[in-house]
Structure formats: structure tokens, C-alpha cells
């Protein structure tokens, strides 16, 4: 790429060639922070509209990969484009290259629509390092806040089980919000299962007699009852140990006698969990599961049942591990993963290194029920393809940039009407020393509202 740095002359005035110098990094600072206001619309839309969700886990994600940026950074440029559309006071400072970015990073940490206006005077007259301080204290005290609602909502936390006058047993609790939403997510699963099961009963019902179940459906508090009920057994009979990850599924293989001798007919094999889900979702969990093989005759009964086996032996899981370290999913990077058989072994793919390729578990549902391909090339590397066939790379195309990146967003700037100039950024500070408690008791609602009237803060300078 062309150079356009100019090399700085020797000259007899240097100190006024530095001011300048000095003026022109604070112009093209200014023009840089407001075209960052615009990037971050920019980033706000396309993640409210949805746009990364193209088989990326987040627009980070997509933006760490589109744009090259660390995903760090990528989190950091959604969460305060996210902010800034809710805080429009920050947004325009930023817009007009008045408040740089790191600043109303560091504000939108804490700023809400109510207090945004006080931070924008604290962002306006002090510099990035008195932003930063403020915004540590007033962090403080929130989190003081906040810690004391946690341990009252810790403290306000209970179950109670007794058995009413009816013989039957009453269930009423607080649980923490964490706690409450695994509970649901259990009580959610459970209930699918329910489901499920009973779909697959009634079902076969229909099939065979051609008729439907007369029973009213329950309802739903109904249905929150009988899942606690299977969450309470499976708990008993799991003795109460959440399992390791690796053994959540077990996969059994029927196979018809007579077929078994071909071994890469793709019909054969029927895949049955207990719960019925669609082939795809079968495929999936049998890609990386444990495996028995029962064989049946031409009756349908079962005549042999193997060993247990993994689909992926460890050794071979190990091997794999090494080789792909973590999800292949262009722009996923997760560290772990499921093992994924590029053609499935219930197709006849072989269990080999060169047919296995790791993907984390969203990825993987991508690959076998969202209709993303993957496929590996002849020199061996991974082709990923969208739904619609189109090739999704590794390291995306670079975009186009004008000759003059700089001259073309001055000249934006100044399309726009904007006027940056030396001092659009300058801090009103002074020189004084701040008082982050005195600033944070004059600021913050609640320090406010904790602090008596009376108290005089002499040692406060503004
Ligand atoms: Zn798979
Ligand atoms: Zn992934």
C-alpha cells in the first residue's frame, strides 16, 4: 500500500511546527472519533436487524472476522453501540468529535438515559484518565448497591414443601435468578421429553388403530407438575451427579439381520434415544455419542446387543482435539466441541482423522439442521458453505479503501457540515486536582441520595 506520511523538515522554528503537528493529530483524532459515532450506528443497526446471524455465534464474532478486530475489541464496539442507542447526548458528542471514544467507552460503562446528561459534563470537562476514575468510583458504588439488593434477594431465598390437607403436597419457593432460570430450563426440558413421549405414544396409537386420544390435554400447570416429577427421578437415578458432558448421549443403532452383511447401506440404521427428534437432530447427536448396536431379526426382535462403544474413540477424540483446537466454523474459534463426521458414519463414513472436523455445539446444529455445508477439499482444507451454497471463507474479502482514506473522511465531515478543528476535544480541566468522592457524591443518584444535605465538601474544587 502507498505511504502518505510525510517526512517532517528541519525548519528554525521546530516548537511551532510541533504545535502544529500536535494541532493536526488532535484534528484527525476528532474526525476519527466521529467517524467512529458512525461506525457504531452502523454496527448498531446490523446487530438489532440481525445481519451477523449467518452462522457467527454474535456480531462480535462476525466482527472479529469481517473487520479483523480482536474479539475483545469486537465485544467492547457492539456493547457500546448497543448503549449509545439509548444515550443519544453521548452519541452526538461522539458524532461531533467533542468526546473521544475511549471516553464514552469508559461512560457508557455507567451511563443510564437519566444520568447521561451529568456524565456527558464529567466526559466534556475532565480528561480520559479523570473519566476513567470517575467511572471506577461511581462503579462502586452501583456494585455497592447491587451487592446489597444480591444478598437481600441471597437471604430472601426458600422452599417450602408440606403436605396440604388433601394428602397432597404443596411446592412454594423464592429461588435466586440464577437458580430460578436452570430450574425453568430443567423444568422446560422435562417437559419436552413429556412430550415427546407421549406424541410418540399417541402416534403409534393412531397408526395402529386408527383412532386419537379421548383424554383432555393437561394443562399447563398440569404439565409443570408432572415434569417435576421426572426431574425428581432422573435426579434419583442419576444420584445426583450432573454427568460428564461426553456421555449425554446415547445412541441405539437397530439393524436388521439380513442387511448387516452391507455395511454401508444408508438405510439400515435407525437411530432411537427414547426421545423422538427429526433425523437431522439424530444424526447430529450420533455423530459424537455413545453407540450399541442391537441386531434384530425378521421379526423385530432383538437377537444380539454389543458393547458400548464411543463413535469416537478417545484416543482418535484426543488426535482430533490436537489437530482442529476448538470449533473450524469460520470466525467461531470456541475452544471445545463435538466431533462432526464430514460423510456420517451412518452413510458409511469412516471414523478417521481426515473425515472428522470439530465444531462447537451451535455450529454443529448449523452443519446438520440449519442447512450449512461442510466439505473438505481436495488439498485437505475445510470448505464451509451457507444454506444458499454460497462459499462462507475462512478470512472474508478485504473492503475497498479510497487512495486517501484520511482526505475522504474530511471530506464526509465536511459534507455533513461537521467543523473539527484543534481544540473540538479539548478537555475544559483546568489543572485542578479532582475529588473522584466528592465528584461521585455530587453525580451519582444514589450517592445522593445517601449523603445528608449537611455535609459541606470543602476540599471540592470543580
Ligand atoms: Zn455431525
Ligand atoms: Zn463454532
Known sequence: MQSHVSPVPVSPHPFAELVQLGDEIAVLSAHLDAATARLLDLIREFDARGGWNSGFCSCAAWLSWRVGLDLGAARERVRVARALGTLPLLAQALARGELSYAKVRALTRVATPETEARLLGVGRAGTAAHVERIVRGWRYVDRRAEAREAAHRHRSRGLRVYPDADGMVVVRGRLEPEVGALFMQALAAARETLYQRARGRDGNVAVGHGNVSAETPPSMAQ???????????????????????????????????????????????????????????????????????????????????????????????????????????????????????????????????????????????????????????????????????????EVPTPAAVPGDPIGTIRQCHDEQGLRIHARTACPTWLGESLNVGYAIDVLHPLAQRARPACIAAPSARE
Open 223 to 393: 404439565k409443570q407438575a408432572d415434569a417435576l416429577a421426572l426431574l425428581a427421578e432422573t435426579a434419583l437415578h442419576h444420584e445426583l451427579d450432573p454427568g460428564a458432558p461426553g456421555e449425554r448421549y446415547q445412541v441405539v443403532v437397530h439393524v436388521d439381520a439380513p442387511a448387516l452383511a452391507e455395511t454401508d447401506q444408508p438405510a439400515q440404521s435407525v437411530l432411537d434415544g427414547g426421545t423422538r427428534v427429526s433425523a437431522d437432530t439424530s444424526r447430529r447427536l450420533a455423530c459424537d455419542a455413545s453407540r450399541v448396536v442391537m441386531r434384530h431379526d425378521e421379526d423385530g426382535r432383538v437377537v444380539e446387543i454389543g458393547a458400548r462403544t464411543r463413535t469416537i474413540p478417545p484416543a482418535l477424540r484426543r488426535a482430533l482435539h490436537a489437530r482442529d483446537r476448538g470449533c473450524r466454523f469460520p470466525g467461531c474459534g470456541l475452544p471445545f466441541g463435538q466431533g462432526h463426521h464430514l460423510r456420517h458414519w451412518a452413510h458409511g463414513g469412516p471414523t478417521t482423522l481426515s473425515n472428522l472436523a470439530m465444531l462447537c455445539r451451535k455450529h454443529h446444529r448449523a452443519v446438520h439442521e440449519e442447512g450449512f455445508q461442510v466439505a473438505r477439499g481436495p488439498d485437505g482444507a475445510l470448505q464451509f458453505r451457507r444454506p444458499n451454497g454460497h462459499p462462507l471463507p
